[in-house]
């Protein structure tokens, strides 16, 4: 329907699924690393706190990565894309099933290992789990390097490697970003340690895309003209400067809010902060979307009105999950 | 929301690069090549080094 066939879904849940799984494994890998360095003498909980809370993030985005690709063993067909040209094949996507299939096995025991161990409030569970992020940001990283199989390790190899990647630390690191935005309106001290990491996260987004520009390099005659390659040239040029603009002068302003003496954003920054994320959340799932599909039948304004309707209803979304956060319990040690 | 925004150099060439993807889109659509997303993608690699260099 509308060009939109079942594999092309899978593969992007596929992609999607993992590469959220992949970022909130190197996030709360990174969250559960900076206690060590909160307080010399004692450990900073509140980190800890952050890091256990991407578990259902993580879970989620594994569950639908490892759903869309069980449907994909079966379901696999003839494939081709439009706008790069030098995107798999159907035999190339079926070839990786040998690679895929035990790196998803892997990633699926060691998360029941984790979810399984008892006491999950206790110190002892914040450690485990910081290895257990760490091997399964490896697991991620290599499903998501691995998108096809040519036999070979070529420059077209190389792209899709970075062509796949790249997902974990752009859509999957923003998501987490956004995620971890939503979490922090629950009390004061935990916007304080979040928007700290905000600098950080943006510059691995930045890094994020600029490997797959890198990577495009490989197949640089693979690039076709066509509509839906316009439309995702315009979203990759709104991504960018609404990006300079959330993770620059917004960015620092939300900083200097939380610190001591700062004052609350209100009104129109409050606004532009949530516009700004909401824009930069909805063009990265654009394009992930997008570039999974190879025969959409819209023409541009088409394209561009879908994308306007998606903002408006992912900006209402994000209004009212953030309205329900600012009325969420605050955690346990906020009253100590 | 009085107060102007400052962006650091990193930033505006960032900004910069995505003004030339829009660039991009209005050339393509005239028929032209792909020259405007190669200086793109160029301008934000610099961007990159710049930010890496910030770090």
Redesign the interface.
């Known amino acids: 329907m509308f060009g939109f066939t079942l594999t092309e879904f899978l593969l992007f849940g596929k992609q999607l699924g993992i590469a959220l799984a992949g970022a909130a494994a190197l996030w709360g890998c990174i969250f559960s690393l900076r206690d060590f360095h909160c307080s010399k003498d004692r450990k900073c909980i509140i980190y800890d706190w952050i890091a256990v809370r991407i578990m259902p993030l993580f879970l989620v985005g594994l569950g639908i990565g490892t759903i869309s690709y069980v449907g994909l063993l079966s379901t696999v067909q003839a494939l081709a894309h439009e706008g790069i040209a030098y995107l798999p094949t159907a035999p190339e996507v079926a070839a990786a099933f040998p690679i895929l299939t035990p790196l998803f096995i892997g990633l699926l025991l060691l998360t029941l290992i984790a979810v399984s161990l008892p006491h999950k409030t206790a110190d002892k569970y914040a450690n485990w789990i910081t290895y257990f992020y760490a091997a399964a940001f490896v697991f991620a990283f290599a499903i998501t390097s691995v998108p096809a199989w040519r036999g070979v390790v070529d420059g077209q190899q190389l792209f899709y490697a970075g062509h796949g990647f790249h997902s974990i630390f752009t859509v999957g690191s923003v998501l987490v970003l956004d995620y971890l935005f939503l979490l922090s309106k629950r009390a004061e001290i935990l916007k304080e340690h979040i928007f700290a990491l905000f600098p950080t996260i943006s510059?691995v987004v930045?890094?994020g895309?600029?490997f797959d520009?890198?990577s495009?390099l490989l197949i640089i005659e693979g690039?076709e003209?066509t509509i839906k390659?316009?439309f995702m040239?315009?979203v990759?040029?709104?991504l960018?400067?609404n990006?300079?603009?959330l993770?620059?002068?917004l960015a620092?302003k939300m900083l200097a809010s939380v610190r001591p003496g700062g004052r609350e954003l209100h009104?129109?920054?409050h606004l532009?902060a949530n516009l700004a994320g909401t824009i930069s959340i909805t063009s990265w799932l654009t394009i992930t979307f997008i570039d999974s599909f190879e025969s959409l039948p819209f023409i541009y304004t088409e394209f561009l009105g879908g994308y306007v309707l998606v903002l408006a209803l992912v900006f209402a979304g994000h209004t009212l999950i953030e309205w329900m956060e600012e009325r969420t319990a605050p955690p346990a040690f906020v009253h100590k | 929301?009085s107060e102007t925004?400052?962006?650091?150099l990193f930033?505006?060439i960032?900004?910069l690069?995505?003004?030339?993807?829009?660039a991009?889109?209005i050339y393509?659509?005239s028929g032209g090549d792909?020259s405007f997303?190669y200086i793109?993608?160029g301008i934000?690699?610099i961007?990159?080094v710049i930010?890496a260099t910030e770090?």
Do not use: C, D
Not at chain 2, 5 to 8: I, K
């Open positions: 510059a930045w890094f895309l600029a520009f890198l495009a690039f003209p390659l316009l040239q315009t990759i040029g709104i960018i400067i990006g300079a603009l993770s620059g002068p620092r009104g129109g920054w532009l | 929301m925004l400052h962006f650091t930033e505006k960032l900004i690069a995505g003004l030339f993807f829009f991009n889109v393509l659509a792909f997303l793109a993608k934000y690699l961007g990159i930010l770090l």
